[in-house]
């Protein structure tokens, strides 16, 4: 068997997000490898250089949406409202970038294609959509939990002949203004974009396959005295956030909704109907909305209510009305119900009445009628957290395809690893926790960052979960899972919204905490359930 090990680089980074940047800050600056990332997008940001519809911005609340790895950038970045804009997280991770010299490294506008390991060799071999080929000792996938863009196959989509566009590559030029326009789809980029075009578009015609539950965002300006007091409490923020359940940075409750009275019940959800945020309704109300049947009935109870008082038109209100169990993610707009008290806005309910096909002048639905639209937006989500995987030809030992690993769902070792895929990582892959974004990437690179540090400094060869480790991980996850109500909903979460695919838990639900504290319990066992075969070993597990 050869050894020769002379890669381009030590590491190549597939993904320019927010997963990508800070691992190529951390593989570079802080372990001094060489290292390239390489960005399908014509700039960095990943789901939030792509997604710039109308109406797109985080509806995690701005403060822990953000890196904490540097207290001089959290003490420096400003922000003016309670949730950001795309535009403000965008220019945010640009300035990440310019602040740590991190652009050299990336190339832009290289998508890959494919990446194989060499057992001969140890090495990753990715290739580009361009034919150029690199070759790395590890390979970290920053893909994209919501990513590859989910295009329903529709009769007659190819016949319109207005504008077709998905929410995940909105182009640069499209003005709604004074347009009518269709949408399909009612999920957190639906509800965002609806919201945001009624203003704009002269008829707004909403296909809803679900209705949803939807809570206020509250959002609004925030005054510069809050700023800084928040600045000046980072340390602690962040320690909540790290040891909380979805780290959104509110105090989740400790008290089961049906341990008291639904007078007092009633008050905690208005309370919290008032301070607005999907998360914090699910999670910050009580305790069990999201594990027990009653306390999650009392909760969608009161989200219904809520539609019949604000919807004016009672049909509307029955079609946007939810009948089934509230365990979608938690979603949460500026007035989505209101919107359909607008006379420009108009509610086709497609399990009633369904699309038949789209034609050259909009879309046609099983009762005969035509809807005529200038626009039509495809809001129909993303084949997520295993989708951008398997469009690669991504292939581990023996040349196996990422596919045969998968046939019957995703899987990994604690969302970062794959048995059979040596030294290569995902952050945000299969199975990881199921929070707020940014800390759970910073607690996925900074493990990695350490695995990688301990394999350079001991003369590591290869990293490789074991499959007992992986299957245990995987058993884990479904075990959790199965206390919660969310399998009972058909979600994206589970792959439901994806004709073909296999139901699949592909989620740790037990929280940021638990999490972080599995890493560390792993690392400080010497990387417990990983196999680490060094240089003078035969590579193989």
């Given at each position: 068997?050869?050894?020769?090990?002379?890669?381009?680089?030590?590491?190549?980074?597939?993904?320019?997000?927010?997963?990508?940047?800070?691992?190529?800050?951390?593989?570079?600056?802080?372990?001094?490898?060489?290292?390239?990332?390489?960005?399908?997008?014509?700039?960095?940001?990943?789901?939030?250089?792509?997604?710039?519809?109308?109406?797109?911005?985080?509806?995690?609340?701005?403060?822990?949406?953000?890196?904490?790895?540097d207290k001089d950038?959290?003490?420096?970045?400003?922000?003016?409202?309670?949730?950001?804009?795309?535009?403000?997280?965008?220019?945010?991770?640009?300035?990440?970038?310019?602040?740590?010299?991190?652009?050299?490294?990336?190339?832009?506008?290289?998508?890959?294609?494919?990446?194989?390991?060499?057992?001969?060799?140890?090495?990753?071999?990715?290739?580009?959509?361009?034919?150029?080929?690199?070759?790395?000792?590890?390979?970290?996938?920053?893909?994209?939990?919501?990513?590859?863009?989910?295009?329903?196959?529709?009769?007659?989509?190819?016949?319109?002949?207005?504008?077709?566009?998905?929410?995940?590559?909105?182009?640069?030029?499209?003005?709604?203004?004074?347009?009518?326009?269709?949408?399909?789809?009612?999920?957190?980029?639906?509800?965002?974009?609806?919201?945001?075009?009624?203003?704009?578009?002269?008829?707004?015609?909403?296909?809803?396959?679900?209705?949803?539950?939807?809570?206020?965002?509250?959002?609004?300006?925030?005054?510069?005295?809050?700023?800084?007091?928040?600045?000046?409490?980072?340390?602690?923020?962040?320690e909540q956030v790290?040891?909380?359940?979805?780290?959104?940075?509110?105090?989740?409750?400790?008290?089961?909704?049906?341990?008291?009275?639904?007078?007092?019940?009633?008050?905690?959800?208005?309370?919290?109907?008032?301070?607005?945020?999907?998360?914090?309704?699910?999670?910050?109300?009580?305790?069990?909305?999201?594990?027990?049947?009653?306390?999650?009935?009392?909760?969608?109870?009161?989200?219904?209510?809520?539609?019949?008082?604000?919807?004016?038109?009672?049909?509307?209100?029955?079609?946007?009305?939810?009948?089934?169990?509230?365990?979608?993610?938690?979603?949460c707009n500026e007035?989505?119900?209101?919107?359909?008290?607008?006379?420009?806005?108009?509610?086709?309910?497609?399990?009633?009445?369904?699309?038949?096909?789209?034609?050259?002048?909009?879309?046609?639905?099983?009762?005969?009628?035509?809807?005529?639209?200038?626009?039509?937006?495809?809001?129909?989500?993303?084949?997520?957290?295993?989708?951008?995987?398997?469009?690669?030809?991504?292939?581990?030992?023996?040349?196996?395809?990422?596919?045969?690993?998968?046939?019957?769902?995703?899987?990994?070792?604690?969302?970062?690893?794959?048995?059979?895929?040596?030294?290569?990582?995902?952050?945000?892959?299969?199975?990881?926790?199921?929070?707020?974004?940014?800390?759970?990437?910073?607690?996925?690179?900074?493990?990695?960052?350490?695995?990688?540090?301990?394999?350079?400094?001991?003369?590591?060869?290869?990293?490789?979960?074991?499959?007992?480790?992986?299957?245990?991980?995987?058993?884990?996850?479904?075990?959790?899972?199965?206390?919660?109500?969310?399998?009972?909903?058909?979600?994206?979460?589970?792959?439901?919204?994806?004709?073909?695919?296999?139901?699949?838990?592909?989620?740790?639900?037990?929280?940021?905490?638990?999490?972080?504290?599995?890493?560390?319990?792993?690392?400080?066992?010497?990387?417990?359930?990983?196999?680490?075969?060094?240089?003078?070993?035969?590579?193989?597990?």
């Open positions: 068997m050869s050894t020769t090990r002379t890669p381009d680089v030590d590491a190549i980074v597939i993904g320019a997000g927010f997963g990508g940047i800070y691992m190529l800050h951390k593989l570079r600056n802080e372990l001094g490898l060489t290292v390239k990332a390489l960005e399908k997008g014509g700039g960095v940001g990943g789901t939030w250089y792509f997604n710039r519809y109308p109406g797109a911005k985080s509806d995690t609340e701005g403060f822990v949406y953000r890196y904490s790895f950038l959290l003490r420096e970045w400003d922000w003016t409202t309670r949730y950001l804009d795309q535009p403000d997280v965008l220019a945010y991770l640009e300035h990440v970038v310019e602040r740590y010299d991190l652009a050299r490294d990336i190339l832009l506008d290289t998508e890959v294609t494919e990446a194989a390991f060499d057992e001969g060799t140890d090495l990753w071999t990715v290739t580009t959509a361009d034919g150029r080929r690199l070759t790395s000792r590890y390979l970290v996938n920053s893909l994209g939990l919501l990513a590859k863009t989910n295009i329903p196959d529709i009769p007659g989509r190819d016949t319109f002949a207005g504008a077709l566009v998905h929410t995940n590559a909105w182009p640069h030029d499209l003005d709604l203004t004074g347009k009518r326009v269709g949408v399909i789809g009612t999920g957190s980029t639906g509800t965002q974009f609806i919201v945001a075009a009624a203003k704009l578009a002269s008829h707004l015609t909403v296909f809803q396959r679900s209705p949803q539950y939807c809570v206020p965002s509250g959002n609004g300006p925030v005054e510069r005295a809050d700023v800084e007091r928040i600045k000046e409490n980072f340390d602690a923020i962040w790290r040891n909380s359940v979805v780290a959104f940075g509110f105090e989740e409750s400790g008290i089961e909704a049906m341990s008291v009275s639904e007078e007092e019940r009633n008050r905690v959800f208005q309370e919290n109907w008032d301070k607005g945020n999907g998360f914090r309704f699910m999670f910050g109300t009580f305790s069990d909305i999201a594990t027990n049947p009653e306390a999650n009935a009392a909760a969608a109870a009161f989200i219904r209510s809520k539609i019949s008082e604000i919807v004016e038109d009672p049909e509307t209100a029955r079609k946007l009305t939810p009948t089934d169990i509230y365990a979608k993610r938690p979603l007035g989505y119900y209101e919107t359909y008290n607008r006379d420009n806005v108009e509610l086709v309910s497609i399990k009633e009445n369904p699309i038949q096909q789209i034609t050259p002048a909009g879309v046609r639905t099983a009762d005969g009628v035509e809807h005529a639209v200038d626009v039509l937006v495809l809001a129909t989500g993303f084949d997520a957290v295993d989708g951008n995987y398997r469009a690669m030809d991504l292939r581990g030992r023996g040349g196996r395809h990422i596919d045969e690993h998968w046939a019957d769902g995703p899987t990994s070792y604690l969302g970062v690893s794959k048995a059979g895929f040596p030294n290569m990582f995902m952050i945000l892959g299969p199975n990881g926790p199921f929070t707020n974004l940014p800390p759970s990437i910073e607690a996925q690179v900074d493990f990695i960052g350490e695995l990688i540090r301990t394999a350079e400094r001991d003369g590591v060869r290869t990293v490789e979960p074991t499959q007992v480790a992986e299957d245990a991980w995987t058993a884990t996850c479904e075990e959790i899972a199965n206390m919660t109500l969310f399998p009972q909903a058909q979600s994206w979460i589970f792959g439901a919204n994806i004709p073909g695919k296999k139901n699949a838990v592909m989620f740790y639900m037990a929280g940021h905490g638990a999490y972080r504290q599995k890493l560390g319990e792993v690392a400080d066992r010497g990387y417990e359930g990983f196999e680490l075969s060094r240089e003078a070993e035969t590579a193989g597990v």
